[in-house]
């Protein structure tokens, strides 16, 4: 049976989000949750109405962006809001893969050194354009890097990496991933439904505090949302900040020292 909607279109809260907030209440912790959006290139008016929501919220939110393919006017669309931070993604999102592997533009098919060039050429076109304020994340293209580019990063001034899931978090490398992807790929990249949103945020906080994070993250990609798509999110915003969510920059997840892990609570959660 359909849950009701409230008269703006908002749905309440679910049982089953009702009862992992609970869970997180019961132990005295208040759950963090961070917005990465992918695959900014320039201006887009989808892409303002996420620096819209933004501002409109006072949430953080990180913004991975495409080196090769940006200019000056996604700096001017993300001016209005100071807490939108950009990330490096990748340097021109191309899949250099071997055929029958997962897309993968930081992977080992290419001499290590042309990929730390275009890398570094990448964050320096950033900062220029961002005037020396960027994310210390590197969000490779399709949550897909080999380890021996990502060790190599730290030397360009990556402190961690974000891409997607709950493998590998404990690696040395610090990661920093999302676990909500707010778009369904397989339905042809459309925006979830407020409902499946709710579900899927219940999964992911209850994972996290079974594996002992303080965190989880969501995904959005503002090129394949609509209007309706951006209303749905933001009563989900709305949902979660009346119960005591807590929204913070990816970049205050990162260890503070090498013996810390990111977001990691002082122990596990059974």
Not at 43 to 57: A, K
């Amino acid at each position: 049976m359909p849950m009701p909607q409230s008269s703006t279109g908002r749905l309440p809260l679910s049982d089953k989000l009702s009862k992992s907030l609970d869970a997180w209440k019961a132990d005295n912790i208040r759950p963090k949750i961070f917005i990465r959006d992918d695959d900014a290139e320039r201006d887009h008016p989808s892409l303002r109405s996420l620096v819209s929501l933004s501002r409109r919220f006072s949430i953080p939110m990180l913004m991975a962006a495409v080196p090769e393919y940006c200019d000056r006017s996604l700096a001017q669309a993300v001016a209005s809001s100071e807490l939108v931070t950009v990330a490096v993604h990748g340097y021109s999102h191309r899949n250099y893969a071997l055929p029958g592997h997962e897309r993968c533009e930081l992977c080992n098919d290419r001499p290590l050194d042309v990929i730390m060039e275009e890398l570094k050429a990448g964050r320096d076109k950033l900062l220029d354009i961002f005037d020396g304020r960027i994310s210390n994340l590197l969000v490779p293209p399709w949550n897909n890097i080999d380890d021996g580019v990502a060790e190599a990063a730290l030397d360009l001034g990556f402190k961690g990496i974000s891409v997607h899931g709950w493998e590998r978090m404990t690696d040395p490398m610090p990661r920093v991933n999302t676990h909500v992807d707010l778009v369904n790929w397989s339905a042809g990249c459309v925006g979830l439904g407020q409902r499946e949103i709710q579900d899927s945020i219940a999964d992911q906080l209850d994972v996290a505090r079974r594996l002992g994070f303080k965190f989880i993250g969501i995904v959005s990609h503002h090129r394949y949302f609509s209007n309706d798509d951006w209303e749905a999110f933001s009563g989900i915003i709305l949902t979660l900040n009346e119960h005591g969510v807590e929204w913070v920059e990816a970049d205050h997840l990162l260890p503070l020292n090498e013996k810390e892990q990111p977001g990691k609570l002082e122990c596990a959660q059974h």
